[in-house]
């Protein structure tokens, strides 16, 4: 359980200690604070709530039920109960105090802790998160994601499978490929939680540069409305390609993950087929299927 403690520390803005970490744990030289920067506070927000709430967006319900965890174990809630490093940590202490319990009865509760834990707010959203920081990291936070990943499936093959999805994926649906506007997916797409695929400033640099569109400098809806504008046929093209791609991450790890795998990949099918029916509505094509389409010349 060091291990989740030492990854715990190492999503943590750099100190004299990171490098004795990065040492131990094999990840090369030690991060820098500029790296931490670009990664943690510009590109990928190292909280539960960004990723397992509707909007996309910091705090939320997703933040308190993570804060309802820390109250059901007695505990208070710190400041940032979603932190990827303060989850960590208190997994590594929780499965300790498991070890250690004198009775079976205490040994039962602490597991159950532990065991939610894992699959309500670790493997809800890290395992995708994860995929992303592989994309986008330097050398030592992308080795980083990998011993994460590599523990995260250790724990999860050992620990039971729970009855039911985590909460959070209950709580939100997916888009409906049907009914979702094109303001509805504009939206979705920013939330990785409503269309299964996380979409960085990077992510949308590499859009209007593959497409040949002016990127404009902003937040990322002023970004992304700004491409819409350009060119929606290409930048819904563009999204439904990235929303198949991240079908086959979450699907690949079906293995060890399974309900909450096959759960992210339906949301990223959803979210491509919602794209790819705009895509054809912004060209003036019907969609197959529609009256116009089965017309008579």
């Given amino acids: 359980m060091e291990l989740f403690r030492a990854l715990a520390v190492l999503a943590e803005p750099p ?18 604070g500029d790296e931490y920067a670009e990664l943690f506070l510009f590109q990928l927000y190292p909280y539960a709530s960004v990723y397992l709430g509707p909007e996309g967006m910091l705090g939320g319900e997703a933040r308190d039920r993570v804060a309802g965890f820390w109250r059901a174990i007695e505990a208070e809630p710190p400041a940032e109960p979603d932190h990827v490093a303060v989850l960590l940590a208190p997994y590594a202490h ?10 079976t ?7 159950t802790a532990r065991a939610a834990l894992l699959w309500e707010h670790l493997l809800s959203w890290l395992p995708g998160y994860l995929d992303k920081v592989a994309d986008l990291a330097p050398d030592p936070y992308r080795r980083w994601g990998e011993v994460l990943m590599a523990a995260l499936e250790e724990e999860a093959r050992r620990t039971p499978l729970p009855q039911a999805l985590p909460l959070h994926l ?3 649906e997916a888009l409906n490929p049907r009914k979702a506007t094109s303001e509805d997916v504009s939206q979705a797409v920013l939330a990785p939680l409503r ?6 400033r990077t992510d949308l640099a590499r859009a209007a540069r593959q497409i040949g569109l002016g990127l404009r400098a902003g937040e990322r809806r002023f970004a992304l ?35 909450i795998a096959r759960d992210w990949a339906a949301r990223a ?8 029916r705009l895509r054809l509505e912004a060209a003036g094509t019907p969609p197959a299927g529609t009256v116009a389409s089965r017309m008579e010349p």
């Fill in 15 to 32: 100190t004299p200690q990171t490098e004795r970490l990065a040492e131990v744990l094999g990840i090369g030289r030690p991060p820098t």
């Fill in 94 to 103: 929780l499965a300790e105090l498991e070890d250690q319990a004198s009775s």
């Fill in 105 to 111: 009865r205490q040994k039962a509760a602490l597991g």
């Fill in 170 to 172: 209950r709580a939100t």
């Fill in 195 to 200: 269309c299964g695929m996380i979409v960085t």
């Fill in 225 to 259: 409305d700004s491409l819409l504008a350009q060119d929606a046929p290409a930048m819904w093209q563009w999204f439904q390609d990235e929303a198949l791609e991240w079908c086959q991450r979450h699907r690949a790890r079906d293995a060890w993950l399974p309900a």
């Fill in 269 to 276: 099918q959803c979210a491509a087929d919602a794209l790819g």
